[in-house]
């Protein structure tokens, strides 16, 4: 590899002030550049707000809302009960004695008010859900002064280990609405009955962060893994084959702009690897979006990568792009600067963005003035309108993927594509977002591909729990 190319990417240095100085400007003031840069008039605001509207009332009409929908409608971050189950998920998994899950159980369910949540959801199998933890809370109570005091004990002393089974299970079926399957084989042998309708994927293994070494060669070994087996799936065009999305941080424990030097020479190749294989296959390969604190870390290494002259001719080089970062929108410039410098076409996977709560804590935590992200959904919301337009004005360079479960996200989408549906595609999680974004598609003729986390049940607690932050908020649109 070129060593210039290693220690000093040039081509990104010229929009890294810009970067910078969108980092601390006032909120403010970024949301007027945002909105000017849309570009729609009233009227096609309410054109848009109408058909996100009639798409929200066809959703209800014509399809019942997937288990895990129900599930979040039933016990959101608004009940004591729905943070008590998140709670649960992301430390069941992880404690390592029987008798400290019983107490986790105990404490966890035994206080919560299930019964008032008995009958109230559309969904059989989440009122069914609502039985077990309803009579495990009975089975859990020993008030001495209650009746049958002295049977509820007997039955507690016989039934915990049945509970401390029934619910980790129940954890594990909750894991398997936003997984695809443990193995890349499982996962791309479950993906094929939608694939016959017309729909692709995005594999993801599930894992975060290396914290060695040895956790970094394993990641990529799992991702070399999995291009093996997804190359097999390969139909010649990237928009229409399976791809992988990687994250970085998986292939190296320090991921961090302190270790820039040590990044460039250790994780480049690895990940230069990785990109190569998945060129000769020709199928999509997404760097996934990190922390904001490695956003110009992460633009050095995908310079790095894009510049490789082997990689030269291959469309299938992605990159995931956070609206929810005050940057997004400089961000993109950059790469279409970067594509255009060196003759490429990228594409860039527009999400809002998936560490919200985590960004601002780090950003209190470190005392900076301002947020590396903005403050107010709203906000999110229109960088994320600000970002589609300028993705769909650089076509020529950009294949845009906007990864959305928002109604009206989607129509504006569609409104700012006018007449050209198949320059750009729709993106939705496993398990989520499915009556939106098959109404969408068998409307208007787009595509879809579909996220989809393949990893061991041990592996998906932090995807779990993200994956419930975001859909059992108030303010989200499954909500």
């Not at 929908?69 to 992301?90: H, N, Q």
């Not at 992605?318 to 950059?334: K, T």
């Amino acid at each position: 590899m070129n060593k210039a190319m290693v220690m000093d990417p040039p081509a990104l240095s010229a929009w890294k002030d810009a970067i910078r100085r969108r980092y601390a400007a006032d909120e403010a003031e970024v949301m007027r550049e945002l909105i000017g840069q849309i570009r729609l008039d009233e009227a096609e605001r309410k054109e848009i707000a109408a058909a996100g509207a009639q798409i929200v009332q066809r959703v209800r009409r014509e399809t019942s809302p997937s288990m895990m929908e129900s599930f979040l409608a039933e016990y959101g971050l608004s009940t004591s009960e729905g943070v008590g189950l998140m709670c649960l998920a992301e430390a069941l998994l992880r404690v390592p004695d029987a008798e400290t899950i019983d107490e986790l159980i105990r404490d966890k369910i035994e206080p919560s008010n299930w019964g008032a949540h008995l009958g109230n959801s559309s969904s059989s199998l989440v009122n069914a859900s609502t039985w077990a933890l309803l009579l495990t809370g009975k089975v859990l109570d020993d008030d001495p002064k209650r009746p049958a005091a002295a049977l509820r004990g007997l039955v507690r002393r016989l039934g915990e280990p049945v509970v401390r089974t029934a619910v980790g299970q129940s954890m594990k079926i909750l894991g398997r609405q936003f997984v695809l399957g443990q193995t890349i084989e499982e996962g791309i042998k479950n993906a094929r009955t939608l694939e016959a309708q017309g729909y692709t994927y995005s594999y993801d293994m599930l894992g975060e962060a290396a914290r060695t070494d040895a956790d970094a060669v394993r990641y990529h070994a799992a991702y070399a893994h999995a291009i093996k087996v997804i190359a097999k799936r390969a139909k010649g065009d990237v928009r229409s084959s399976p791809g992988i999305s990687v994250k970085l941080s998986a292939l190296h424990p320090r991921y961090e702009y302190t270790h820039r030097d040590t990044v460039m020479a250790e994780l480049v190749p690895r990940a230069l690897e990785l990109a190569k294989q998945a060129a000769k296959a020709n199928i999509g390969f997404n760097i996934d979006a990190e922390e904001q604190d490695r956003l110009e870390l992460s633009l050095d290494v995908i310079e790095a990568l894009l510049s490789d002259p082997a990689l030269k001719g291959w469309d299938g080089f992605g990159v995931v792009v956070q609206a929810y970062g005050r940057r997004a929108g400089p961000v993109i410039e950059a790469l279409y600067d970067l594509a255009e410098r060196l003759d490429r076409r990228i594409m860039v996977r527009l999400v809002k963005g998936a560490y919200w709560d985590t960004e601002v804590k780090l950003a209190q935590e470190m005392g900076t003035k301002t947020f590396p992200v903005f403050t107010r959904k709203v906000n999110t919301d229109v960088s994320y309108m600000a970002c589609a337009r300028m993705l769909m004005d650089r076509r020529d360079r950009i294949y845009p993927q906007f990864a959305t479960h928002n109604a009206h996200t989607c129509a504006a989408v569609l409104a700012l594509a006018g007449n050209d549906k198949d320059s750009f595609e729709f993106q939705r999680l496993h398990g989520m977002g499915e009556s939106v974004h098959t109404i969408v598609k068998e409307g208007e003729g787009t595509r879809c591909r579909v996220y989809a986390p393949v990893g061991a049940h041990r592996d998906l607690l932090a995807y779990l729990v993200r994956r419930l932050l975001e859909n059992g908020a108030n303010s989200s649109f499954v909500n």
